[in-house]
T-cell receptor, first 114, second 109 residues
Framework: DGGITQSPKYLFRKEGQNVTLSCEQN?????MYWYRQDPGQGLRLIYY???????QKGDIAEGYSVSREKKESFPLTVTSAQKNPTAFYLC?????????????FGPGTRLTVL | GENVEQHPSTLSVQEGDSAVIKCTYS??????FPWYKQELGKRPQLIID?????GEKKDQRIAVTLNKTAKHFSLHITETQPEDSAVYFC????????FGAGTRLTVKP
């Protein structure tokens, strides 16, 4: 299960607080992705980055922000503007900037807003 | 953008039977179609994928078929085993990957 890691595994947040989820990969992959998973739904794309210092919004980017300062790292910040942040968050990476290759997933972070 | 629909949402089969999960996609430009398996509390993992220049691909008990004209693709699992129980996701991509809502497969011993 090595290669792509996420921390923490569980995260609790009070309403009105920003929190940052960590995602690191040592696979030398160019592309990295953030997904949100809710019960009974598929993986919804939040943000993705095809190369360092560049990223694009996915389908549900409102209330989230990202940075890609290093190839290995793609942190996600859940801001207080996100109305319903309680969910399971998955980070993924792939070798190519094009989404036509296998994506490798991290173990996920479960965020709960108290 | 791409929209992927997946059916059924739940599927229960007896051990040894076959299971079929179907997906449709909307963007005719999509050319990569992976299937992921997610066991309870774990990360999704790729089990098989197919590209648009191929109509069928097999890997032991698992096969995927693709009909580009109709824009649908299917996952076939034969001789199911209890360890096949999981949530299965299909996806379609060209520049962006979009996932189906998932199928919860239960294999009863």
């Amino acid at each position: 299960d090595g290669g792509i890691t996420q921390s923490p595994k569980y995260l609790f947040r009070k309403e009105g607080q920003n929190v940052t989820l960590s995602c690191e990969q040592n696979l030398n992959h160019d592309a990295m992705y953030w997904y949100r998973q809710d019960p009974g739904q598929g993986l919804r794309l939040i943000y993705y980055s095809q190369i360092v210092n560049d990223f694009q919004k996915g389908d549900i980017a409102e209330g989230y922000s990202v940075s890609r300062e290093k190839k290995e790292s793609f942190p996600l910040t859940v801001t207080s503007a996100q109305k319903n942040p309680t969910a399971f968050y998955l980070c993924a990476s792939s070798s190519s900037g094009r989404a036509r290759y296998e994506q490798f997933f991290g173990p996920g972070t479960r965020l709960t807003v108290l | 953008g791409e929209n992927v629909e997946q059916h059924p949402s739940t599927l229960s089969v007896q051990e040894g039977d076959s299971a079929v999960i179907k997906c449709t996609y909307s963007d005719s430009a999509s050319n990569y179609f992976p299937w992921y398996k997610q066991e309870l509390g774990k990360r999704p993992q790729l089990i098989i994928d197919i590209r648009s220049n191929v109509g069928e691909k097999k890997d032991q008990r698992i096969a995927v078929t693709l009909n580009k004209t109709a824009k649908h693709f299917s996952l076939h699992i034969t001789e199911t085993q209890p360890e096949d129980s999981a949530v299965y996701f299909c996806a379609a991509s060209y520049n962006d990957m979009r996932f189906g809502a998932g199928t919860r497969l239960t294999v009863k011993p």
